[in-house]
Each structure stands twice: as structure tokens, then as C-alpha cells.
């Protein structure tokens, strides 16, 4: 009888060891399991964070890209849709991630509206609208060809950090001159902006 007491025992032991080596075996690959889902949801979470630099990166690709038309160029384009049509404002700017140029130009009784993509040239807006224009004054476009050396003045007196944001030529009524305005940009979003008197390329007004 002894005997038979001492063998069920051991067998419930026997048994409590097993059970007990399972739970742990069930608890690691439990524990496996936990730590494959985290590192899976750590490899997606880079995923989708390397897909958002990327996208990012393609939108200042565009918006960096080479400027291959030149602001004559530019203006030979719309003289060439528009001859006879005098310009009373030329821009230079971004738009939609691209840079581009904008000129509005009038008639006797007309005002357009004309931009082109800087990067390739693409006519990108092409607008005429019937409007009074008698308060209107054209610019004098041989200036177009004297913006880059006040750019290059206004970069230099900014410092290297700056970089060229925009800039507009319009006709200044109230002094009578062409006017150029420049706007100058940081990475941290600050901005400068210079005024010129295109006539005299004297340095009008600065603004941090």
C-alpha cells in the first residue's frame, strides 16, 4: 500500500513538472510572438516614415529644380503670344512647389495674366480679361537684364544663409521709377526684403 502511495506521487509530480515546462514554453513563444509583432510594427513605422522623407524630398526636388528659362526668355514668350501688348508687372516666385514667372501685361482694353514654369517653360496660366486699364503703366523691360547683379548684392549682404525667395518689377507712380523688389529667405523661415530704384539701382528700403 505504501508502495502505491509513493508511485501516485511521483506521477502527480511528474505530471506538475510537465505542466509546468509547457507554461513556459507557451509563455516564450508567447514572448517570441510579442517581439516579432514589435519589430514588425517598428520595420512599418520606418516604412512609412522613409515613404514621407521621400515624398517630402521629391516636392523640394521640384521646387529646386534648375531654373533653365531666363526672365527675357520669359518675356519673349509673351510677346510672342501678345505683340503690342505692354508688361506692367514681371515676378519671380514659387508657386505649387514650382518656380515660375508671372507678368501682367494690358491694352487699351484689356488686362493678361501669363505665368510660365521657370524649370521648362510650360505656359502655365494664360488669361485675358476686359477691364478699364487706364491707370495702368508699363515698366521699361531693358531693366529686365540688370536684376541678377542686385540680387547677387542683396545675397551678399544677407550672408550664406539666405536664399532667393522672389522678386517683382513694377512701376512705382508716386516717385516715378521702376521699382524692384526682393525677397530674400532662410531655412529657419526668415526673410529680408530689399527694395531698389531700378533707374538709379540705388537701395530704397530694407526690411529683416
Do not use: W
Given at each position: 500500500?505504501?508502495?502505491?502511495i509513493l508511485?501516485?506521487?511521483f506521477v502527480?509530480?511528474?505530471?506538475?513538472?510537465?505542466?509546468?515546462?509547457?507554461?513556459?514554453?507557451e509563455d516564450?513563444?508567447?514572448?517570441?510572438?510579442?517581439?516579432?509583432?514589435?519589430?514588425?510594427?517598428k520595420e512599418?513605422?520606418?516604412?512609412d516614415?522613409?515613404?514621407?522623407?521621400?515624398?517630402?524630398?521629391?516636392?523640394?526636388?521640384?521646387?529646386?529644380?534648375?531654373?533653365?528659362?531666363?526672365?527675357?526668355?520669359?518675356?519673349?514668350?509673351f510677346?510672342?503670344k501678345?505683340p503690342?501688348?505692354?508688361?506692367?508687372?514681371?515676378s519671380?516666385?514659387?508657386?505649387?512647389?514650382?518656380?515660375?514667372?508671372?507678368i501682367?501685361?494690358?491694352d487699351?482694353?484689356?488686362?493678361?495674366e501669363f505665368?510660365?514654369?521657370?524649370?521648362?517653360?510650360?505656359?502655365?496660366k494664360?488669361?485675358?480679361?476686359?477691364?478699364?486699364t487706364?491707370?495702368?503703366?508699363?515698366?521699361?523691360l531693358?531693366?529686365?537684364?540688370?536684376?541678377?547683379p542686385?540680387?547677387d548684392?542683396?545675397?551678399?549682404?544677407?550672408?550664406?544663409?539666405y536664399h532667393?525667395?522672389?522678386?517683382?518689377?513694377?512701376f512705382?507712380?508716386?516717385?516715378?521709377?521702376n521699382?524692384?523688389?526682393?525677397e530674400?529667405?532662410?531655412?529657419?523661415?526668415?526673410?529680408?526684403?530689399?527694395?531698389?530704384?531700378?533707374?538709379?539701382?540705388e537701395?530704397?528700403?530694407?526690411?529683416?
Amino acid at each position: 500500500m505504501r508502495k502505491l502511495i509513493l508511485a501516485l506521487a511521483f506521477v502527480f509530480l511528474l505530471t506538475g513538472c510537465q505542466s509546468g515546462q509547457n507554461a513556459k514554453t507557451e509563455d516564450k513563444k508567447n514572448g517570441n510572438v510579442a517581439t516579432e509583432q514589435n519589430n514588425n510594427e517598428k520595420e512599418n513605422s520606418k516604412t512609412d516614415e522613409s515613404n514621407k522623407d521621400d515624398l517630402s524630398e521629391s516636392k523640394d526636388n521640384k521646387a529646386d529644380a534648375t531654373i533653365t528659362v531666363s526672365p527675357e526668355e520669359a518675356v519673349k514668350k509673351f510677346n510672342d503670344k501678345y505683340p503690342g501688348v505692354k508688361i506692367d508687372e514681371f515676378s519671380f516666385g514659387k508657386e505649387n512647389m514650382t518656380y515660375c514667372y508671372e507678368i501682367n501685361g494690358f491694352d487699351d482694353d484689356s488686362e493678361y495674366e501669363f505665368e510660365i514654369d521657370a524649370t521648362d517653360g510650360t505656359i502655365l496660366k494664360d488669361n485675358k480679361e476686359l477691364d478699364n486699364t487706364a491707370d495702368k503703366t508699363a515698366i521699361n523691360l531693358d531693366f529686365i537684364s540688370e536684376i541678377q547683379p542686385l540680387i547677387d548684392k542683396s545675397l551678399s549682404e544677407a550672408g550664406s544663409e539666405y536664399h532667393l525667395d522672389s522678386y517683382s518689377i513694377d512701376f512705382e507712380k508716386t516717385g516715378n521709377f521702376n521699382k524692384l523688389d526682393i525677397e530674400l529667405e532662410n531655412s529657419k523661415g526668415q526673410d529680408i526684403e530689399f527694395e531698389y530704384n531700378l533707374d538709379t539701382k540705388e537701395l530704397i528700403k530694407k526690411d529683416m
